[in-house]
C-alpha cells in the first residue's frame, strides 16, 4: 500500500496567458471589479494585455450608453460589461464560420470585429453577436504581477465559453473546486 501526499496540480499545460486564451479570477479576487470574472484575451504581449470580460451581461439599453455610434441605436440585444478600462468605447465579437473582413480571429470561429462592421453584417438579436461596453487592460508586468498572486488562472478559450448560453454561470464552471485543486500522488512517485 503507498502513501500518499497533496501536491498541488496545475489547471492546464500551459498557463502562459496569450491571445485567444480565457483568464479566469481565482477566489482570491475581491471587490466588485473583477470578482467571478472570466475574461477572454484580445492582445498579450511585453507591452501589457487587453481583454474582454465575456461572463457579465448588463441590464443597459442603448439609450444608457454613452457612446457616440449611430449604428447601434437600432441594436436591442445584451450589452455585456467588457471591463473598467474607457466605459464609453464598444467592442463587438462575432461568432461564425466565414471570417469576416477586416475582423481578427481570436479564437476558433471568434473574431473580433468592429461594431459598425458587426451590426451592418449581423443581424439584431443573432446570438452570434456579442457587444462590450468597456475593456479590461493590463500594463507591461501587471498581470504577471497578479497571476504570481495567485489572481487569476489560465485557460484555453472555446466558442461555447465566449458565447456560453448562460454567461452568468461560466465562472462556476471554470474556477476549479477546492476538493480538486490538489491530486493525490503516492509517495513513491515523490521521491524520484
Given amino acids: ?22 483568464l479566469v479570477a481565482t477566489e482570491l479576487v475581491r471587490g466588485d471589479i473583477f ?12 507591452t501589457g494585455a487587453m481583454g474582454l470580460v465575456v461572463n457579465r451581461p448588463t441590464e443597459l439599453g442603448m439609450d444608457e450608453l454613452v457612446v457616440d455610434d449611430d449604428a447601434i441605436s437600432s441594436y436591442s440585444g445584451p450589452i455585456y460589461w467588457g471591463g473598467p478600462v474607457r466605459m464609453n468605447s464598444l467592442h463587438a465579437l462575432r461568432k461564425t464560420d ?27 438579436g443573432v446570438p452570434g453577436l456579442r457587444l ?8 507591461s508586468g501587471q498581470l504577471e504581477h497578479e497571476m504570481a ?22 465562472w462556476k464552471h471554470l474556477v476549479p473546486p477546492r476538493e480538486h485543486r490538489a491530486e493525490v500522488r503516492p509517495v513513491a512517485e515523490m521521491q524520484q
Fill in 35 to 46: 470578482v467571478q470574472s472570466v475574461v477572454l484575451l484580445l492582445h498579450y504581449d511585453e
Fill in 149 to 170: 498572486r495567485g489572481s487569476w488562472h489560465v485557460v484555453p478559450a472555446s466558442v461555447d465559453y465566449v458565447f456560453a448560453k448562460d454567461p452568468g454561470q461560466l
Fill in 98 to 124: 466565414k471570417a469576416p473582413g477586416g475582423a481578427e480571429r481570436i479564437v476558433d470561429s471568434v473574431y473580433q470585429v468592429s461594431v459598425d462592421d458587426a451590426l451592418k453584417n449581423a443581424p439584431q
Fill in 132 to 139: 462590450f461596453i468597456g475593456f479590461a487592460g493590463w500594463a
Fill in 1 to 22: 500500500m503507498f502513501a500518499a501526499c497533496l501536491l498541488p496540480v496545475a489547471g492546464g499545460a500551459d498557463e502562459s496567458p496569450a491571445r485567444g486564451k480565457l
